[in-house]
């Protein structure tokens, strides 16, 4: 099982949200660098990071942090947030991210995610965000009207490599994941899973684990923020 802790950028900070509410926003003293180093340090070996600025604006706005936290900490990065063209991916990729996630962008335009998973092979992430068993957009403004599993039936073979599915109803508020629709997800997709969204203790983490074998991992936001999970205890869990 592969533990992505997650950093959340926003204006240079780490910050987590509520629901993808950019209103609803709880900002931390540590800074980005700082997060992922801690991460490193505690044994940590992949992190997933979302610009949330880059959501906002579709340019790879802090990239210069991205490619810092690559250099210094030597993790398996995968980022995400307003990716929306070929440049941008390239930009990523050229400061040695693991895996570019692709989200609105892709749902809203098939063939971008076709080609891009041509020409990047196996640095695809697709992320699919849900709310109620239908994708959102956009930052989660926009309902998509498009069922997460008919989607998925569509784009199956387009060759992504890894799928992070998030229920936006659970994101940020610590109700645990949605298991049971990942688990459906991940029964239906061609590429390994990462669950995501709603994290509360390290129980949800042993869950997970014996949830589906196409599972490759999950992510842990807020809970390690607000000290719900200690990080000694979570890298415990790493492919026990």
């Not at 991992?217 to 415990?236: H, M, N, Q, R």
């Amino acid at each position: 099982m592969k533990i992505f802790p997650a950093i959340d950028i926003k204006d240079k900070k780490c910050v987590r949200l509520i629901k993808g509410d950019f209103d609803n926003k709880t900002e931390y003293a540590v800074s980005p660098i700082d997060q992922a180093g801690k991460y490193k340090d505690h044994g940590f070996k992949n992190l997933h990071i979302v610009d949330l600025d880059g959501a906002l604006t579709g340019e790879t706005v802090n990239l210069d942090i991205i490619q810092e936290i690559v250099s210094k900490f030597d993790l398996k990065i995968e980022i995400g947030g307003g990716i929306r063209n070929f440049e941008s991916i390239q930009k990523y990729t050229d400061v040695g991210v693991e895996k570019v996630i692709l989200g609105s962008a892709a749902i809203k335009d098939k063939n971008f995610l076709k080609e891009a998973c041509q020409k990047f092979p196996n640095k695809i992430a697709l992320g699919l965000d849900a709310k109620d068993g239908y994708l959102s957009v956009s930052g989660w403004k926009e309902n998509s009207n498009q069922l997460t599993l008919d989607f998925l039936k569509e784009v199956n073979d387009y060759g992504a490599s890894r799928l992070i599915y998030t229920d936006i109803n659970r994101d940020g508020t610590k109700q645990s994941p949605n298991f049971e629709e990942t688990a459906k997800v991940a029964n239906k997709s061609n590429c390994p899973v990462i669950i995501s969204g709603g994290v509360s203790s390290i129980n949800d983490i042993k869950k997970a684990k014996n949830l589906n074998k196409n599972i490759e991992g999950i992510i842990v936001g807020k809970a390690i923020y607000d000290g719900d999970i200690k990080l000694d205890e979570l890298v415990k869990e790493i492919d026990a």
